[in-house]
């Protein structure tokens, strides 16, 4: 089969490419104008990969790109997904996330005709919103209450693929990272802090947000497989959580890399990344998605605590990028 990535030089795309490729697939990808240098300083480039530049929020260049492609599945990941940023330029975010995935649905169906790819949605468990603790675990059944542009965003884009009549697939996952993700997420943040003080490259203070939540984690690797399984063997327009149904304490992520590094820094909070919460536990059902694909989570939490914090070792003793 063909498998078109959009946003394939984020830090799930390579993920992604990677599986399929494993399997046997053709893999093309889809990065907003020229990634290459990024994707090859976080990921390594696999020249098995074609990929070109496309910005889904043109039109003729999302046909462009589903002409080249002639993608049997498509898993679509391009999108703005910084909340803060969000928050600061709402209707760019909606221009991404919600008329480019309008582009991109409307392109297969003009290109592809009568035998269209299946579509992964990448959403969001953000856009559930906050959840009372005696409502938890968040089911798909859960009421969907966004709380900033971005979840809102990827609701729209929901609504937007069911009005496409397209073979569409809805992931929902929560919270996920793994070795290459950028910083800016609260678990290479700690892990790139504690790598340089290993190194010598940082005095021995790490700054931290709110280290009260417990939130759902879970290893980016174990979320390309729930995205495979879905377009799989997983039903059209039915949303799925992609969760653990267990939660770990910021403050333990913390001292788990610390453990894991050897050091013992100083903690202190930064009033810039400190931010109120109005719940402390968040954590999401995995039923519907086990039920319907047999999907479980496999990789402990402490093993993809490790490989982030040996990313960042190597990446600081390379140089630092």
């Not at 290993?198 to 939130?215: A, D, I």
């Not at 050091?263 to 086990?290: A, I, M, W």
């Amino acid at each position: 089969m063909n498998i078109l990535i959009t946003g394939y030089c984020g830090f799930v795309g390579p993920y992604a490419a990677q599986t399929w490729l494993d399997n046997g697939q053709q893999v093309f990808g889809s990065t907003f104008l020229d990634m290459r240098e990024r994707c090859a300083i976080f990921h390594g480039i696999d020249a098995r990969v074609e990929w070109r530049s496309c910005d889904i929020t043109d039109p003729a260049a999302c046909r462009e790109l589903i002409a080249w492609s002639r993608p049997d599945r498509v898993i679509h990941l391009a999108a703005q997904s910084h909340i803060p940023t969000s928050i600061q330029q709402p209707e760019l975010t909606r221009k991404i996330n919600v008329e480019g995935t309008r582009n991109l649905l409307d392109a297969i169906r003009e290109v592809s005709g009568d035998a269209p790819p299946r579509v992964l949605l990448a959403g969001s468990a953000l856009q559930y919103g906050t959840v009372p603790p005696e409502a938890l675990p968040v089911t798909e059944a859960t009421p969907l209450h966004p709380e900033n542009p971005y979840a809102e965003s990827k609701n729209e884009q929901e609504r937007v693929a069911l009005d496409s009549e397209l073979p569409v697939y809805f992931a929902r996952p929560f919270n996920h990272f793994g070795p290459g993700q950028r910083t800016g997420f609260v678990a290479s943040d700690f892990a790139r802090q504690i790598a340089r003080i290993k190194l010598g490259k940082q005095e021995s203070v790490l700054r931290v947000g709110n280290l009260e939540p417990w939130r759902d984690f879970l290893d980016v690797r174990d979320v390309i497989r729930a995205y495979m399984d879905i377009l799989e063997r997983g039903k059209a327009r039915t949303p799925y959580n992609i969760a653990s149904n267990s939660e770990i304490q910021m403050r333990q992520i913390l001292e788990i890399l610390a453990e894991c590094a050897e050091v013992q820094p100083k903690v202190e909070t930064d009033p810039q990344l400190y931010r109120e919460t109005k719940h402390l536990h968040f954590r999401g059902s995995y039923e519907r998605l086990h039920t319907d694909t047999g999907w479980r989570p496999q990789i402990p939490i402490r093993q993809t605590l490790r490989d982030v914090l040996q990313f960042w070792l190597n990446d600081e003793t390379d140089g630092g990028r």
